[in-house]
């Protein structure tokens, strides 16, 4: 299924939202106005804001009432990103130089807080109490969830537990919340707000396993970085998790996956040995799991077009190539 069809149910939506992103990010300093615009206009699949106005759609909203959560939505991502392209010192995100490569780590730091502040500023304009603190409770819990994937960084005994908890935290929560604040936003009743909460939660999970699957198999050039980035920062995804019980080559692959200082040939290896034992297939198959229980809370949902691509999306994150 192509990408931009299933955004065509929100399409002229979103158009609104990235103009709205482009005057939220203008700050009175030149340096960091065009820092935060080059993040914006790096692209995105904007799932964030795509979410909360499918769900907001849901709930039969106009987009009047979404549009401040859905532009704040996807500037606490973008900010997260900005931030993980410091840690990580990653030199190019979709394809183009991040900030961190083209203006330095301070300035990246700055624009990352600034467009977290900035979706502070959208988020006040709600009276709904709900909206802040969902967000707020979000926000710390990423926080923590990137503190602990550093703290895990070449931690080879990391259990599936561990990882789902790590990927629940990093992603699935801000896609639970987009869903979640969405319907909140439009007035929706308590079951409403809750299957939708719990759709984006798995789905969200499945969305991390599928990137963490891309990033061991996808063409770079449709992924817009390096295939193997966490191999190379210690990152241990689900595929290596289970490859490293698996493998009938496990010392080699335990060899390759602790070394800190990898050359490319080595993390090509250690990808093959991971495909070799069934880790993709198996991290696949878990992913499946999720997106079956992310289809079953929309058909809790209204029924409608909105619904029906909040089905569609299940099938897009199982298949998509970047």
């Known amino acids: 299924m192509k990408e931009l069809a299933l955004w065509q149910e929100v399409q002229a939506d979103l158009q609104q939202v990235e103009a709205e992103l482009l005057r939220q990010v203008d700050a009175p300093d030149p340096v960091l106005s065009q820092a935060a615009r080059h993040l914006v206009q790096a692209g995105g699949k904007r799932l964030r804001p795509a979410f909360a106005i499918l769900a907001a759609r849901c709930c039969g909203a106009p987009l009047e009432r979404i549009l401040p959560l859905a532009v704040a939505l996807e500037m606490i991502h973008m900010a997260t990103l900005v931030h993980d392209d410091v840690i990580d010192a990653s030199p190019i995100r979709r394809g183009r130089p991040t900030v961190w490569a083209r203006w330095g780590q301070e300035l990246s730091l700055h624009t990352g807080d600034y467009l977290f502040a900035r979706s502070l ?3 006040a304009t709600y009276d709904d109490p709900r909206i802040p603190s969902v967000l707020a409770s979000v926000s710390v819990k990423m926080v923590q969830g ?18 789902l908890d790590r990927i629940y935290r990093k992603t699935a929560l801000l896609i639970a919340a987009s869903c979640e604040l969405g319907a909140i936003a439009a007035g929706a009743d308590t079951a409403t707000i809750r299957h939708l909460r719990y759709y984006g939660r798995n789905l969200g999970l499945a969305f991390q396993i599928t990137d963490d699957v891309l990033d061991m198999v996808a063409d770079p050039e449709q992924l817009g970085k390096p295939i193997g980035g966490d191999l190379r920062q210690g990152v241990i995804t689900l595929p290596a998790i289970y490859a490293l019980q698996a493998s009938p080559k496990k010392q080699k692959l335990i060899h390759l996956l602790g070394k800190r200082d990898k050359t490319q040939a080595e993390i090509q290896e250690a ?5 070799d034992c069934g880790g993709i297939k198996y991290a696949l198959d ?12 929309a058909s809790y949902l209204p029924p409608g077009v909105a619904r029906d691509t909040l089905t569609s999306l299940t099938y897009y994150i199982r298949t998509r190539g970047f």
Do not use: N, P, S
């Not at 990808?271 to 495909?275: C, E, M, S, W």
């Open 121 to 123: 500023i959208l988020v």
């Open 146 to 163: 990137e503190i602990q994937q550093m703290a895990a960084a070449f931690d080879l005994d990391i259990t599936l537990r561990d990882y």
């Open 271 to 275: 990808i093959q040995l991971i495909k």
């Open 286 to 297: 878990i992913a499946e799991g999720y997106l079956e229980r992310a289809r079953k809370q």
